[in-house]
């Protein structure tokens, strides 16, 4: 039988595994304090319970499956972490701090199956998906380093999270729920490239979660050229999704748009973006593609600002972050793929 994850045990996992061990049930509500309240998942830190049950919970239990790898810091302070898992694969998480706010940007699989042609997290297809422990591992991760709790979480990390939906649901429980993290939902971000099925399952989680949408594009050709065939939506369908997820969950969604020069950056666009937003009560997220292939380009400074100022101009309230710190977050996957590479070459 595989171990059960420390991150992810609930009170009573935790209260039939000390009764099992002799221990005094009073020992579950103590571990239960060092892992959502005091975010420590080594139990040799735990230094309130005795010896030999720290030992035997690093036996019975997944504890910490993973390990930082590398860090890189960008000169805004925005920082990347490569995490490394049990099974040597590596993800990347990021921590933004701005305007006394700090941000954990989480990653959901390892590899992307979409392939968006612009994103380095899809250049090699899909390893696997990562377990909820992996998930939540990456919040502790982020906090040991900053030595902070994020003020919000974003999955824009690598992977499509609602293509990995059961684990990414089941993270997001841990992550939520008053008796373990107790983060509010409302400070939550799910991104996803549009997966239409994934967006009512998370509507049926029926939380306050916020929806990021990345839409890209304003026409279905267009979209084509971004994302391949297989798992891309209708713009029409993805709407509509958008449409309910606002009305039965009660929160704006975001359009997310990668800004690819020559592909999506005309004022034409824009003008049809703003519409979208407008119709559909959506806030909009450019983000100016951060260059990963000969193939796309960012657009220059001047053509960012003016599309931005064509959907303001219309009331569309808009994101927009320009400095170096973004594109290191942008560029989620990155990271990952450089470890790859010096992998393969020192073979
Ligand atoms: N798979 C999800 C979440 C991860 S990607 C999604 O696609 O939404 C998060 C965001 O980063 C997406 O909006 C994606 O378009 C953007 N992104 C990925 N690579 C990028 C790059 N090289 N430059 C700019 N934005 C990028
Ligand atoms: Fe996957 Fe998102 Fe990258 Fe597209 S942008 S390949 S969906 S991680």
């Known amino acids: 039988m595989s171990l059960k994850a420390l991150a992810n045990c609930t009170y009573s996992d935790l209260e039939s595994l000390v009764s099992n061990l002799g221990q005094p049930v009073f020992r579950a509500k103590q571990i239960m304090e060092w892992v959502f309240k005091h975010y420590e998942l080594d139990p040799d830190r735990m230094l309130n319970l005795p ?20 860090v890189s810091k960008a000169s805004d302070k925005t920082t990347k972490l490569l995490i490394s898992l049990s099974d040597d694969e590596a993800i990347e998480m990021v921590i933004i701090p701005s305007h006394q706010r700090i941000t954990f940007c989480l990653s ?30 990456q919040l502790y991760h982020g906090i040991a380093h900053s030595g902070k709790f994020p003020d919000n979480i974003v999955f824009m990390g690598i992977g499509e999270g609602l293509l990995n939906f059961d684990n990414l649901a089941e993270a997001l429980e841990k992550i939520t729920e008053a008796d373990h993290i107790g983060m509010s939902p409302r400070r939550i971000t799910i991104s996803s490239s549009g997966y239409v099925p994934g967006i009512y399952r998370l509507i049926e989680l029926g939380k306050p979660f916020i929806l990021a949408v990345s839409l890209h594009a304003v026409d279905d050709e267009t979209r084509s050229e971004i994302i391949p065939g297989k ?6 369908e993805i709407l509509q999704a958008c449409d309910d997820y606002e009305n039965k969950i009660g929160r704006m969604v975001t359009f997310e748009y990668t800004m690819l020069a020559g592909v ?9 973006l703003a519409a979208m937003a407008r119709g559909h009560h959506a806030k909009v997220n450019l983000i100016p593609c951060n ?5 796309f380009k960012r657009p220059a400074e001047i053509d960012i600002l003016n599309f931005r100022d064509i959907l303001e101009k219309t009331g569309v309230t808009v994101m927009l972050r320009l400095e170096k710190g973004g594109k290191v977050a942008a560029a989620c996957g990155q990271l990952r793929v450089k470890h790859l590479k010096k992998t393969a070459d020192n073979d």
């Open 108 to 137: 959901t699989q390892v590899g992307c199956p979409v392939g968006c042609r612009f994103c380095a997290s899809g250049e090699g297809g899909l390893v696997r998906n990562l377990k909820a422990h992996e998930i939540i591992e």
């Open 51 to 70: 010896l030999k049950l720290r030992e035997e919970l690093k036996s019975k239990l997944i504890c910490m499956s993973s390990e930082i790898k590398e």
């Open 264 to 272: 999506n950056d005309s004022a034409a666009a824009a003008e049809k």
């Open 231 to 236: 798992l891309r939506y209708p713009i029409a």
């Open 291 to 295: 260059e990963t292939s000969e193939e």
